[in-house]
């Protein structure tokens, strides 16, 4: 049993890892070709983050 869930961890935090990675090679090559669209992409990834900590932290206070 608890080698079926150090399995099923290890598969989840490789796939996890394979998008990190892909969405990093993504943002290299658009911050090449475009400068202004990564910087524009950069900007809504982290102005969504803050609405997301405002509506996840907010209840809590």
Known sequence: MVSGVALAVLLHVTVVLALLTAAYQAAEW?????????ATAAGIVVAAFFVLVVLL???FR
């Not at 090449?32 to 990564?38: E, T, V, Y």
């Open 30 to 38: 658009l911050a090449r070709r475009r400068p202004l669209a990564a």
């Open 57 to 59: 932290v907010g209840p």
